[in-house]
């Protein structure tokens, strides 16, 4: 714990916490709607950003969310009007972006070790500048998605009624969109581009496992986020290991804790057990009552 003496430590801890609670704020209206993988294909856009401004001698922070920002209305408006197939959209994105990003790294005089930080995350390395950024952009995120919770998940769940009811489909989707491209951009700091996809998805698929409503689902996934990314940095912390990478296996290994004990809540409710000073039931017997 004496690492988090320093300086940098603390502001990769601020930032992971930020970035821990508001990624499962926008992730759970990804994984309503069924697209959990646009945040690899919107980071794979944002790589190409990060070549673009490394090429430019422009901030690669700033051009990544230009790109990702496009990515993500361009995605959003072939699910709507063209005849392409929100997967193979995907698929584009996924293919155009890294290979735009490898292409424009490798034009830039950038080292590998700038592609790296952007792919894998640099966490350790956040500027006060840096934190500022996450910060804001973080908190702008996280009030969108609470405050505009009914509509969008109307919109999220069932998009013809949501129609009929008066709100603006069109446009709550490319908010959306936007707000999927901002939480890749302030993640990419954090876990890289290659591991984004994870804080939104894996804490709202693990709250599902013990919720029911959508609000606690969400309640619960922002709690998990917070969690993975606080244990995260403290696991790298204490085992130097890489702070993005742990982030994403702790939310992993919480995701299957929680599974296999709601799986054997489940199991042992099926069985049923019997009130206190109620007689037992003899197997034979048991076998003629259920019949």
Do not use: K
């Amino acid at each position: 714990m004496d690492l988090f003496q320093y300086d940098f430590m603390l502001r990769a801890l601020v930032g992971a916490l930020v970035i821990g609670l508001a990624a499962p704020a926008l992730g759970i209206y990804l994984v309503q709607r069924r697209l959990a993988l646009i945040g690899d294909g919107i980071g794979h856009v944002a790589l190409t950003g990060v070549g673009a401004g490394l090429l430019l001698n422009r901030s690669p922070v700033l051009v990544a969310v230009l790109a990702a920002t496009l990515g993500a209305v361009v995605i959003e408006l072939v699910r709507a009007y063209g005849r392409t197939s929100g997967d193979l959209a995907l698929a584009l994105l996924f293919y155009g972006g890294i290979a735009g990003g490898v292409m424009l790294v490798g034009l830039s005089d950038a080292s590998s070790g700038s592609l790296n930080a952007y792919l894998f995350g640099s966490l350790t390395t956040t500027s006060p500048a840096d934190l500022v950024t996450i910060g804001v952009l973080g908190a702008v995120l996280l009030v969108t998605m609470l405050v505009l919770r009914p509509a969008l998940f109307a919109v999220c769940h069932d998009e013809e009624y949501a129609r009929v009811s008066g709100l603006p489909v069109r446009a709550l989707n490319l908010l959306v969109a936007v707000g999927t491209a901002v939480t890749v951009t302030i993640a990419m700091r954090a876990v890289g581009v290659l591991l984004i996809s994870a804080l939104m998805v894996v804490p709202v698929a693990t709250a599902q496992q013990v919720t029911r409503g959508f609000r606690s689902t969400m309640t619960a996934a922002m709690a998990l986020g917070l969690f993975a990314a606080g244990a995260g940095v403290w696991v790298a912390a204490t085992a130097d290991t890489a702070p993005g990478a742990s982030v994403v296996l702790v939310a992993i290994g919480s995701f299957l804790a929680v599974t296999v004990l709601a799986a054997g809540g489940r199991a042992l409710r099926r069985r049923g057990r019997p009130a206190p000073g109620a007689p037992a039931v003899e197997p034979a017997e048991h076998e003629v009552l259920l019949g």
